[in-house]
């Protein structure tokens, strides 16, 4: 296949709407991720606290759990702005679909930014002997604990589970694409149809 063909090939995949939707999520799905990751990061370095807590013969730092649901509200609020005005393009009620919103990710945050994360971090630390701050990488002087590797885990089961819960319970479409303007037709349509059975 020559370069020409698939450059015509992408743009016509970058002009289908549905392509162009899952596009843009990827993309504000992964920049969601950085937000989360960076918010993450800088808790960690800013506030050095530790509080160990101890299941059986296994341990876990709580502090790790906390800075991560703050990093997890910070990532909510830039995820709920970019998916409705650059993803799904809805002109529905705000309040009432950052409400929906807001508890799609609530059930996505206990189930695996809470749920799976810490069990994750303690299988890791505990069963393969991988302590969550030793570094696993340095990048152009920047070291990366193997904390990092679980938050990456995470990531891939959070961002799949919002779509789905945002494609299909959230940012919902009528047909002509504008959930207001159907609700607003559906209304002054009923007095017609009433004068019509007189």
């Known amino acids: 296949m020559s370069t020409n063909e698939e450059t015509s090939r992408f743009k016509r995949l970058m002009k289908n709407k549905k392509f162009q939707e899952i596009f843009w999520y990827f993309v504000f799905g992964v920049l969601t991720t950085i937000v989360n990751l960076i918010a993450f990061a800088v808790l960690r370095e800013v506030f050095k606290v ?3 807590v101890t299941i059986g013969k296994w341990s876990f730092d709580l502090f790790v759990t906390f800075i991560n ?9 830039f995820a709920y702005v970019t998916n409705k005005l650059f993803v799904f393009h809805t002109k529905g009620n705000v ?8 508890a799609a990710r609530l059930f996505t945050f206990f189930a695996f930014e809470l749920g799976l994360f810490s069990l994750s971090v303690m299988v ?6 991988m302590p969550k701050d030793d570094i696993l990488i340095s990048i152009f002087g920047i070291d990366i604990a193997n904390i990092y590797i679980v938050k990456l885990f995470i990531a891939v089961f959070v961002v799949i589970a919002n779509y789905i819960f945002s494609k299909l319970f959230i940012f919902k479409k009528t047909k002509d694409g504008d959930p207001e303007k159907k609700s607003s037709e559906e209304i002054s349509t009923e007095p017609e149809e009433t004068k019509a059975g007189e």
Do not use: H, L, T, Y
Request: hydrophobic content about 60%; proline content about 4%.
């Open 124 to 129: 890791m630390e505990n069963a393969c002997n």
């Open 50 to 52: 530790k509080w160990p």
């Open 69 to 77: 649901a703050i990093a997890w509200v910070v990532a909510v609020v």
């Open 95 to 102: 309040k009432k679909e950052f409400i929906s919103f807001v």
